[in-house]
C-alpha cells in the first residue's frame, strides 16, 4: 500500500534524495524562524522566569498592584470542613496561575546561562527558537509519512506549513504548542498504523505540555472526535446511528447555547439597562435533547424494534430538534441601537446560524456514512481505543500531579477559555477572525500575522478535498476475489489499491483549520496540523485517479506509480529550488540581522531586530533603579513585562518597588474589571469616549483639560504616581490630557520612553526637584540633558530657561536622534534661539549629505535620516528662499526611510 501511495518514492532508488529533503526540512525551519515578530510576551515571560529562578514557584504575584491576590484564604474555606483547607490550598490553588512557569524559567535559564544575570544574552532564544521550529518541519514531514503523503508530498507539506505559519512564529510559550500539536497527532497516526503502544508516549508528551504552556487541553479536546469516530465504526449500524445523532444533537445544544451567551449582547443590555431572562444551561430544550437520545439509545439496544420505525424516529427527530433550537436562535434587539453595534450584533448572530447549520448537514452526512459504509474507513481494533482512552485518562492524571498548580492547572483553562468574561479578552487583535472581511469590527486590516498562506491552503484544502470527494464515488462496484480450495495464500480484496478515508485524522484537521478561521493566531497550529492530511488528499487523488484509468483499460482497479522517467528531473529542480531559496534567504538573513542594522546603533543583536526590542524600556529602567523610584506605576500594556525585568526585584520577596498597572499575562494575573479599566483610563475616561462617540477625536486644550483632569483624579484614586510610555504613544489622548494638567511633569525621556510623575505626591514633587536640581541619576548625559529640556518646558524653571538650546544641543551631539532635533526645532520657536538653531541644523545637514554615503552603511542610520528630515523641514518653514529645494530634499528622504523601512523587514 505504501509503495502505491507514495508515487515519487519507486525504485530505482534515487541516492540522493535523502539530502535533498533534509536541506529542504533544515532550510524551511530555519527560514519559518526569521519572521520579525513584536515580543511583549518574552519579556513577560524573562520577569516571571527569574522570580522562578530565584524564589521558585508560587501564586503570589510580585509585579503588579493589581494582580489576583493569592489563595484561597480562610474566608473562602469558611464554607469546607477544617482539615479539607490544607488539601484545597494544594490541590486547588488561587491567585497567580502562571500555566506557561517552565517556558518563563527556561528563557531566564538560556539568556543567563549564555550570559550572565548582569549581561543576559538574548541571542540564546533565537537559538531556541531555531531549535523548535526546525524540530517541528521535522515532525510535520514524519506526519505525512506516517499517514502515507510519501517523501515528496510530505516535503512539500511540512515547507508549506512552515511558510503559511511563519508570521505567527515568535519567541513565546505558544510556540510550544505549534510543535506538541502536530506530536500529537503524529502519536495519534502512529497507534493506529505501526502499534498501539506508541500512545502511551502521549502521557509524557502531556506531562511537558502543561507545565510549559496551556494548550494542552488541544489533545483533550481532539481526542474526543477522534475515538468517537472509531468506537461508531466499530459498532452494529443501529448503534452507529443511535450514538452518533445524540452525540451530535448535544453538540447541536451547546451551539444553541453558546448562541445565547452573546457576549455583544450582554453588554449592550448591560449598557441599555434591557430586562432580559438570560437563558440557563439547563433549560427545556435541554431536556428534549436528553429524552430523544434516551428514546434513542432504547431503540437501538431492542433489537426487536422494526427497522421502519427505529429509523424514522431517528429522521423525525434529526429533522425536528434542530429546526426547533434553530428557530429559537434569535435576541430580541432594540431598534434605537447604533448601526455600528447593530452591524456587530447581526454579524454575530449570523455567523452562529450558520455555524449550526453546516454542523447540522456535516454531522448527520458523517453519521449516515459512518453506518453504511464502514469499509471505507480506517479503523482500528477496540484494544487500540482502549489503549489511548487508557492513555489520556493516566496522561490527565499525571498531569495533575505533576504540575506545580495540579488541578488549578485544568479550572483556569475553562475559566480563560469559557467564563463569562472570555470573549472580552479575545478583543485583540491576534484572537481576531483569520481573514478581516469576517471581522465587522475592523476598518483596517489586522496587523497581528499574514494570513496570504493560511488563505492558499484552506484553498487548497477545499479544491483538493471536493476532487477527493468526487472521485470516491466514482469508485466502480466490485465483486469479492474469493479464495480458491487450493490457493496457499489468501487473495487480496479487488479494491485493495482503493485507498481508505481517515476521517478521525481528516476530522482533527478540519475542526484545527476552524479554529484558526475563529481566531487568527491559531494559523500557527493549523498550518502544520493540516498540510499533512492535505498531502494525502493529493496523494490518494493520485492513486484514486490512475486506478479509475486502468480500470476503464484493463478492468483492473489498480493505481500506477509516478512515471519512472520522471523522478529525477523531479528531484533535481527540487534540489535546484532547494538551493536557489536558501542562497536567497541566506544573503536576505545576513542584511536583515548580522549587517548594520539602519534602526539603532545600541541594541542591534539578532534578538534584538528580530523581536523589536530595542524600543523597550531599558534606560529608563536604569534610571528607576538608580533613583529607588518606588510605589504605583500606570504603563502600557506591552511594557509591563519589560518593565517588571529592568527593575531590581526585592531579595527577599522578589516584588518589583514599582508595582505597574497591568501587562500581557491577562487572565492569569488580572481579573476582567482591571481589563476594562485599562482600556478606560488609556482611552481618556467618559469625555473622551463621549467625543468619539460623536465620531472625531480631542482636538481642543480644553477638551484635553477635562480629559486630564478626570484621569489624574483617577490615578490618585489607584495611588499611582508614575506613568510610563513608549514614545509611539506620545500623542496619543492619555498622554497629551495628562501633561496637560499643571502637577504631571516629565522626570525622564528619550527616544524611546516618556516617564512622567504627579508632583502632588511628594515623591513626585521631589523627583522633579531633583531633576532641575542636577541630582538624580541618569544613565546617560542624551536622556540628562532632554529630559532638562522637555522638564524646562513644562516649569519655565528660571535656572535653566537660557540653557535650553545647550542641553538640546548636547544631546544632539551624543546622540543624533530625531527626538533631540525635534527639541532644537521647538527651541527654534523663540527668536532668541532661532539663530543658535538654524546654524545648528544646517551644520547638521552639511555634514550629513557629505557623508551620507558613509552614514548609510552604519548603524543607526534612520536615526540621523529622521533627523536630517526634521531640520529639512524646519528650515524650509523659516527660509522663504530654499524651501522648495528643502522641501524636495525632505522628500527624498521621507521615500528614502520608507524604502529602508521595507527592505529591513523580514
Known amino acids: 500500500m505504501a509503495d502505491i501511495i507514495e508515487p515519487l518514492n519507486h525504485r530505482p532508488q534515487i541516492r540522493w534524495k535523502k539530502p535533498v529533503i533534509l536541506l529542504a526540512l533544515v532550510l524551511f525551519g530555519l527560514y519559518a524562524s526569521t519572521h520579525m515578530v513584536a515580543a511583549g510576551d518574552t519579556w513577560v515571560a524573562l520577569a516571571c522566569g527569574r522570580h522562578f529562578a530565584n524564589h521558585g514557584v508560587d501564586t503570589v ?47 531566564y535559564k538560556l539568556v543567563t546561562g549564555f550570559g550572565s544575570e548582569q549581561e543576559p544574552h538574548y541571542n540564546a532564544l533565537v537559538y531556541w527558537k531555531f531549535a523548535l521550529f526546525v524540530a517541528t518541519i521535522f515532525v510535520v514531514y514524519a506526519l505525512g509519512k ?92 443501529r448503534w452507529t446511528i443511535a450514538l452518533g445523532l445524540s452525540g451530535l444533537w448535544m453538540v447541536l445544544y451547546l451551539l444553541f447555547y453558546k448562541f445565547h451567551q452573546n457576549s455583544y449582547y450582554f453588554e449592550l443590555a448591560k449598557t441599555l439597562n434591557l430586562s432580559f431572562d438570560r437563558i440557563g444551561f439547563v433549560n427545556g430544550f435541554f431536556w428534549t435533547g436528553i429524552v430523544l437520545s434516551v428514546v434513542s439509545l432504547t431503540l437501538a439496544a431492542l433489537r426487536r424494534i422494526p427497522s421502519g420505525l427505529f429509523y424514522s424516529f431517528h429522521v423525525v427527530a434529526t429533522l425536528v430538534y434542530p429546526v426547533g433550537l434553530l ?57 487500540t481505543i482502549a489503549h489511548i482512552l487508557g492513555a489520556g485518562v493516566v496522561s490527565f492524571l499525571a498531569m495533575i500531579v505533576f504540575n506545580p498548580y495540579h488541578l488549578t492547572n485544568l479550572t483556569h483553562t475553562f475559566e480563560i477559555s469559557i467564563s463569562e468574561h472570555a470573549a472580552s479578552w479575545r478583543t485583540v487583535n491576534e484572537w481576531r477572525p483569520a481573514f478581516d472581511w469576517m471581522d465587522p469590527a475592523r476598518e483596517t486590516p489586522n496587523p497581528v500575522g499574514d494570513e496570504e498562506g493560511f488563505a492558499v491552503m484552506l484553498i487548497a484544502a477545499v479544491v483538493l478535498l471536493a476532487v477527493w470527494g468526487g472521485l470516491h464515488f466514482c469508485k466502480p462496484a466490485l465483486r469479492p476475489i474469493r479464495k480458491g480450495p487450493r490457493q496457499a495464500e489468501a487473495v487480496p480484496a479487488a479494491d485493495a489499491g482503493w485507498p481508505k478515508i481517515d476521517l478521525a485524522i481528516l476530522l482533527i484537521a478540519a475542526l484545527t483549520m476552524i479554529m484558526a478561521f475563529q481566531s487568527r493566531r491559531f494559523i500557527a497550529l493549523a498550518s502544520p496540523s493540516a498540510s499533512p492530511m492535505i498531502a494525502l488528499l493529493a496523494a490518494h487523488i493520485w492513486q484514486m485517479a490512475t486506478a479509475l484509468r486502468n480500470w476503464k483499460k484493463t478492468r483492473h482497479l489498480e493505481p500506477s506509480a509516478f512515471p519512472v522517467q520522471w523522478h529525477k528531473p ?28 539602519p534602526r539603532d546603533d545600541i541594541r542591534d543583536s539578532v534578538f534584538m531586530r528580530m523581536t523589536d526590542s530595542h524600543q523597550k524600556p531599558f534606560e529608563v529602567c536604569e534610571f528607576i533603579n538608580a533613583n529607588k523610584l518606588s510605589g504605583r506605576i500606570f504603563n502600557y500594556w506591552t511594557e509591563g513585562g519589560a518593565l517588571a525585568f529592568g527593575q531590581e526585584p526585592d531579595p527577599i520577596t522578589g516584588k518589583t518597588p514599582l508595582q505597574h498597572f497591568m501587562d500581557g499575562r491577562a487572565q492569569a494575573a488580572f481579573d476582567h474589571a482591571t481589563f476594562k479599566l485599562w482600556q478606560h483610563i488609556f482611552a481618556g475616561g467618559p469625555v473622551a469616549e463621549k467625543i468619539m462617540r460623536s465620531g472625531r477625536t480631542p482636538t481642543t486644550a480644553e477638551e484635553y483639560r477635562q480629559i486630564g483632569q478626570w484621569l489624574d483624579k483617577v490615578l490618585k484614586n489607584c495611588d499611582v504616581w508614575v506613568s510610563l510610555m513608549p514614545r509611539s504613544q506620545i500623542d496619543s489622548t492619555f498622554m497629551r490630557s495628562l501633561l496637560s494638567t499643571s502637577n504631571w511633569k516629565t522626570v525622564f525621556v528619550d527616544e524611546m520612553q516618556h516617564l512622567i510623575v504627579d508632583t502632588d505626591s511628594k515623591q513626585g514633587q521631589e523627583l522633579v526637584n531633583a531633576v532641575l536640581d542636577g541630582t538624580a541619576v541618569f544613565p546617560n548625559a542624551f536622556s540628562k540633558n532632554l529630559t532638562l529640556v522637555r522638564l524646562t518646558f513644562e516649569t519655565n524653571d528660571s535656572r535653566h530657561v537660557m540653557n535650553v538650546f545647550d542641553y538640546a544641543k548636547a544631546a544632539f551631539q551624543e546622540r543624533p536622534y530625531p ?24 551644520d547638521f545637514l552639511g555634514t ?59
Open 819 to 842: 527626538s533631540a532635533m525635534i527639541a532644537l526645532a521647538q527651541i527654534g520657536r523663540s527668536a532668541a534661539f532661532r539663530d543658535q538653531v538654524e546654524q545648528t541644523m544646517r
Open 146 to 237: 506516517v499517514l502515507g503523503a510519501g517523501d515528496f508530498l510530505s516535503m512539500l507539506a511540512a515547507c508549506f506549513a512552515m511558510v503559511a505559519g511563519r508570521s505567527f512564529y515568535d519567541i513565546r510559550p505558544a510556540c510550544y504548542s505549534n510543535l506538541l500539536v502536530p506530536l500529537f497527532i503524529l502519536l495519534l497516526a502512529l497507534s493506529c498504523y505501526r502499534h498501539y503502544k506508541y500512545i502511551w508516549l502521549m502521557v509524557p508528551l502531556i506531562v511537558f505540555w502543561a507545565n510549559v504552556h496551556g494548550g494542552y487541553i488541544y489533545a483533550y479536546i481532539m481526542m474526543t472526535p477522534f475515538v468517537a469516530v472509531h468506537i461508531l465504526l466499530n459498532l452494529p449500524r
Open 570 to 597: 523531479v528531484w533535481l529542480a527540487t534540489a535546484g529550488v532547494v538551493v536557489v531559496l536558501g542562497v536567497y534567504w541566506d544573503r536576505t538573513f545576513y542584511r536583515v540581522y548580522i549587517a548594520p542594522w
Open 848 to 906: 550629513f549629505q557629505t557623508r551620507r554615503g558613509e552614514l548609510a552603511r552604519q548603524s543607526g542610520y534612520l536615526h540621523r535620516l529622521g533627523s536630517a528630515l526634521v531640520a529639512s523641514r524646519y528650515l524650509a518653514a523659516f527660509n522663504p528662499p530654499d524651501k522648495d529645494e528643502l522641501l524636495q530634499f525632505a522628500k527624498a528622504l521621507q521615500e528614502e526611510s520608507q524604502d529602508i523601512s521595507k527592505r529591513f523587514i523580514w
Open 61 to 107: 504575584e510580585p509585579f503588579s498592584f493589581n494582580s489576583h491576590p493569592p489563595g484561597p484564604t480562610d474566608e473562602q474555606l469558611a464554607g469546607w470542613p477544617e482539615w479539607t483547607h490544607r488539601l484545597i490550598r494544594f490541590w486547588h490553588p488561587t491567585g497567580w496561575i502562571n500555566q506557561n512557569w517552565l517556558t518563563h524559567l527556561t528563557f
Open 327 to 383: 428557530a429559537a436562535m434569535t435576541l430580541n434587539v432594540p431598534s434605537y441601537v447604533s448601526p455600528a453595534y447593530l452591524k456587530l450584533l447581526k454579524h454575530s448572530m449570523t455567523v452562529g446560524r450558520l455555524g449550526f447549520v453546516l454542523v447540522l448537514l456535516l454531522g448527520t452526512v458523517i453519521v449516515i456514512l459512518l453506518a453504511i459504509r464502514k469499509e471505507r474507513f480506517v479503523r482500528i481494533p477496540n484494544k
